[in-house]
Structure formats: C-alpha cells, structure tokens
C-alpha cells in the first residue's frame, strides 16, 4: 500500500499548530474560575434558603419535643454544611493567580481535595443528620396524615434522599473533579509558558 | 570578485525561500486534504484511523473501540483502503 504510506508520511511529518496566546488562555481560566465561584455562592444563596425555610417552621405551633428535635437537627445540618461550603469557597475566592500562580495552583488543589471530601465522608455526615431530623420532625406531622400519605410522604422523601446520595452525587463528584482538574492543568500550562517566556 | 559571489548568494537564499514556501504550502495542502479526506469516513472509522495514525498499539486501540484485535485488524484494513480511495479522489478534483 504505498499510497497509504504516503499518508502516514504526511499525518507525522504535520504539525497542529495551537495559536492560542497564554493571554488568552489565562483570560479563559479566569473565566472559568469566576464561574466556579459564582456557582459556589450560588450553592452557599441555596443552602442559606433552605436554612431559612426550614427555620420558619418553627413560626408552627408543635407540641411534640420530636418535632423541635427534628428541625433542629434539619438546621444544624444544614448549618454546618453551608460554612464548610464557605469555607471552601473563601479557598477559591481569597487567591489570585496573577499575584501569586503558585499558591494559586496550590489551593486549587487544596479546593479539589476539599470538595472530594464533601461529597464523601461529609456528606454521609449530612445524610444520616438531614434523616434523622426528618424522622423525628415526622412523628407529630405524619398524624395528621391517613395512612396512603404517610407512606407517600416517607416514600418520596426517602427516595428523593437515596437518590441525590447515589446517582446525583457520583454524576457531581464526577463532573466536579474533572472541572477542577483541567482548571489546575490550564494553570500549571499557564504557568509553564510563563516560566518559558521569562 | 566579492559582489559578484555576493549577488550569487543573495540569488540563491531567495530560490531557497521560494522554493520552501512552495514546499510548505503544497504540504499544508496536502495535510488539509488528509483531513477532508479522514473527516468523510464514519465517526468510529475516523477514530480508529487516527488511533492508526498516532501509532497507538493495536491492543490499546482494540480496548478502546470495544472489538477483538482480530476483528479490529480487518476494520483497519478496510479503512486504509477507503481513506487512501477517498484521498486519491480529493486529490484529482
């Protein structure tokens, strides 16, 4: 097959010429870390809501202690998880790539680890507490209710649970850690032309 | 004497240019046909073939299409001959 040869001569002897300009590149990472950021405080916006939300229960007159219990957890778990996730977001906030590139890659990493742990360990801590809570907080509520709603209700809220804690959270740790890490290897590409351009 | 080999050289420098510049453009033509031609076969053929092209072993390229090394070495055959009529035809027009 010499004519195929003469292809395979052609594809390796070619170069793909990639003019993007590390200005360019550094536009669009910084870009792509304001997104991310603003998508982290739009998490945090969230959680406070349904702090609030949740808090506002509370304006009901309940006359089971289960109840008070039940939300207090709800709102401690909820609590909690809201300043780790600003916590985490100060990580990503608090850093500028162009002031200091290295410490910049560093706590991106340090983000990336973080947000590892959240949708892991932490998040079963968030699971199991959000559960309970609801558990208690049903006791009282679920009297009201005939029979068909109670289960309806359990149902729905469990199954709304196993489902955020399986497919939505693999899908997020998935899409999250492959976000996060070509954000750190534009960086670190950034960084290397910087350093070649020097 | 001296300006005489000076033209002489002047001359040849800018033959050499010329000539490169034709040399690279009838390549950058050539590459630009190579890849109208790769981008009119199918959507696993156009993988496989630049797998091919990259010089990935075909063990690698076998697990990552999903089909047996047997099987894939008759699929590359096949897509040779096609890219190379396909090239053949792009060339002529």
């Not at chain 1, 010429?17 to 405080?41: G, H, P, T």
Request: charged residues 25%; contains cysteine.
């Amino acid at each position: 097959m010499q004519e195929f040869n003469h292809i395979e001569a052609l594809w390796a002897a070619h170069t793909v010429d990639v003019k993007i300009s590390s200005d360019e590149m550094l536009k669009q990472a910084k870009k792509d870390v304001n997104n991310m950021r603003n998508k982290s405080l739009l998490n945090i916006f969230g959680m406070g809501l349904s702090f609030v939300i949740v808090a506002c229960l509370w304006l009901f007159d309940f006359e089971s202690w289960t109840t008070h219990a039940g939300i207090t957890i709800i709102v401690m778990a909820i609590a909690v998880y809201t300043i780790i996730l600003y916590n985490n977001y100060r990580i990503i906030a608090k850093s500028d790539f162009t002031i200091n590139p290295k410490e910049f890659i560093s706590q991106l990493k340090l983000y990336q680890i973080n947000r590892h742990n959240l949708y892991n360990q932490l998040y079963w801590f968030y699971a199991i507490a959000l559960s309970l809570g609801l558990v208690l907080y049903c006791f009282e509520l679920l009297t009201h209710f005939n029979l068909w709603l109670q289960i309806l209700f359990v149902v729905l809220s469990f199954g709304w649970m196993i489902f955020c804690a399986t497919l939505v959270r693999k899908a997020a740790i998935r899409k999250d850690k492959e976000r996060i890490a070509l954000l750190i290897e534009k960086f670190e590409r950034i960084s290397g032309q910087f350093k070649e351009q020097q | 004497m001296r300006s005489e080999k000076r033209q002489a050289k002047d001359e040849l420098t800018e033959n050499i240019i010329e000539n490169k510049i034709e040399e690279y453009s009838e390549k950058n033509e050539q590459v630009a046909l190579l890849y109208k031609s790769i981008s009119k076969l199918e959507e696993n053929d156009r993988l496989i073939i630049t797998m091919v092209l990259d010089e990935l072993p075909y063990n690698e390229i076998a697990d990552i299409s999903g089909i047996s090394e047997g099987n894939l070495r008759v699929k590359i055959h096949r897509i040779k001959q096609k890219l190379t009529e396909l090239y053949n035809q792009h060339a002529r027009i």
